[in-house]
């Protein structure tokens, strides 16, 4: 099953614009992740924020998570057309047996015009 | 380093015909992943192994779906009989030894295997 529900689902765009994307989840996480996936390609990993940091940065990424919401958003700055692809978080749950597990939200398909 | 590799990336059968997916993780990654991923939507795990032992298969049609970790290094990824819903992108990923290991546990993709049963 889905863990995280993200949205917009699509989100287009100009350069230089900045973008937003949500991401909630349902159950206690030890982890968030965020993951980009270009057409036709694997993810690769972007970002993670661990579950007692509120704020993280990295480049033009700055990613937030709200435990008490369930909820973590990520901002691109200064959007560039190559930021065009699917973006996904991903939740490592608190505690249980799935040793390093993910469960992956259903994504974000942005679009930054030239 | 090198990447984790899958081939092939491109694979089209007929239903109830069989198929196989290899997957060779980043050196040193004790645990590795596959996922199958639906077009415009997130990757659902299959199957999580640990070294060559099976951590989490909770997602695995296991009817015809099987997977198998020799020497906890390459994988490999069964279908048979195939059905027109398995078509979708199948991923391998790796990634350092669980929680406690110094990145936690970021996962590292292969570019996926895109199958289509027709």
């Known amino acids: 099953s889905q863990q995280g529900e993200e949205d917009p689902q699509a989100l287009s765009i100009q350069e230089g614009e900045n973008a937003t994307m949500n991401c909630s989840y349902k159950t206690s996480i030890n982890n968030l992740q965020w993951y980009r996936q270009n057409s036709g390609r694997g993810l690769v990993h972007l970002i993670l924020?661990?579950?007692?940091?509120r704020e993280k940065h990295s480049g033009r990424l700055r990613v937030t998570l709200d435990t008490s919401k369930k909820s973590s958003s990520l901002l691109i700055t200064a959007s560039r057309a190559a930021d065009t692809a699917s973006y996904f978080c991903?939740?490592?749950?608190?505690?249980?047996?799935?040793?390093?597990?993910?469960?992956f939200g259903q994504g974000t398909i942005l679009t930054v015009h030239p | 380093e090198a990447g984790v590799a899958q081939s092939p990336r491109y694979k089209i059968i007929e239903k109830r015909q069989s198929v196989a997916f290899w997957c060779n993780p980043i050196?040193?990654?004790?645990?590795l992943y596959w996922y199958q991923q639906i077009l415009g939507q997130g990757p659902k795990l299959l199957i999580q192994?640990?070294?060559?032992?099976?951590?989490?298969d909770s997602q695995l049609p296991k009817d015809r779906f099987s997977a198998e970790r020799l020497k906890g290094v390459d994988s490999t990824l069964k279908i048979q009989p195939a059905k027109l819903e398995d078509s979708a992108v199948y991923l391998c990923?790796?990634?350092?030894?669980?929680?406690?290991?110094?990145?936690?546990?970021?996962?590292?993709f292969g570019a996926g295997t895109r199958l289509s049963v027709l």
């Open positions: 192994f640990q070294n060559n032992g099976v951590v989490d």
């Open positions: 991903a939740t490592a749950r608190a505690g249980g047996t799935s040793y390093g597990k993910l469960t």
């Open positions: 990923a790796s990634s350092r030894v669980g929680q406690g290991a110094p990145l936690g546990n970021i996962q590292y």
């Open positions: 050196s040193g990654h004790a645990t």
């Open positions: 924020i661990r579950s007692n940091e």
